[in-house]
């Protein structure tokens, strides 16, 4: 089991472009969850992702979007990009109910300069 | 709104001396994470809680839960400069839809 994959592993980004993370979820989860965690910072929740539908969002502007595929995959949309977007984008895989644990990924360190 | 503060944030320890770090959150929460993260890599999970009186040990760690007073605790013990790391302890609830709300991290530094 390959567990949960990130892709890329780094990128470096200008201000104001785009940029698209991707997330491979454990096998067998189907419930993908995004967190900010800027440097010095504890992870910030983003949004989650489930049956394609977006769940629940955290305190996130609206440049911040994503999108569930049918193989539960997910990709983590920013447009706009400010300065302070740089931080590490970690991906988290679970299944819904009381007794299941969220697995990270490696998480993808964007740099915006 | 559920909230999470740690203590110390930094913490700098002497190798085999014992320490314990504090987590305390604000409402009741469905269950209590602790993970380890290096510099510049993701989340390792350590421990997870459920239980008023749950207690987990692994090797030096020892982490606890008391949900009355909404505090867990991390011990560690005999401190080994392995341990060296950012220490963050999370809580969930299943009306918040299990979304994870981590406290601020302690970075614990042994040295030898």
């Known amino acids: 089991d390959a567990g949960v994959t990130q892709s890329p592993t780094h990128l470096i980004k200008t201000r104001g472009q785009q940029v698209t993370l991707r997330c491979s979820p454990k096998?067998?989860?189907?419930?993908v969850s995004w967190y900010q965690q800027a440097l010095g910072q504890g992870p910030q929740f983003i949004f989650q992702?489930?049956?394609?539908?977006?769940?629940q969002r955290g305190n996130f502007p609206d440049r911040f979007s994503g999108h569930q595929f049918p193989n539960y995959s997910s990709e983590l949309n920013v447009n706009a990009l400010l300065l302070g977007d740089s931080a590490l984008y970690l991906c988290?895989?679970?299944?819904?109910?009381?007794?299941?644990?969220?697995?990270f990924g490696q998480g993808t360190r964007l740099t915006v300069v | 709104e559920l909230k999470v503060e740690q203590n110390p944030l930094f913490l700098s320890m002497q190798e085999g001396k014992n320490y314990t770090i504090y987590c305390n959150y604000s409402?009741?929460?469905?269950?209590l994470y602790w993970y380890r993260q290096d510099p510049g890599k993701s989340l390792e999970s350590l421990f997870v809680?459920?239980?008023?009186?749950a207690v987990k040990q692994e090797g030096r760690l020892m982490a606890s839960l008391d949900t009355k007073a909404r505090l867990s605790t991390l011990h560690i013990t005999a401190a080994v400069h392995d341990l060296s790391a950012t220490y963050f302890c999370?809580?969930?609830?299943?009306?918040?839809?299990?979304?994870?709300?981590f406290g601020a991290g302690t970075i614990l530094r042994v040295k030898s």
């Open positions: 096998s067998g989860h189907d419930t």
């Open positions: 992702y489930y049956e394609e539908e977006e769940r």
């Open positions: 409402t009741t929460s469905d269950r």
């Open positions: 809680l459920l239980s008023n009186g």
């Open positions: 999370a809580v969930d609830k299943r009306e918040y839809g299990n979304k994870l709300v």
């Open positions: 988290a895989s679970s299944t819904p109910g009381v007794n299941t644990e969220a697995f």
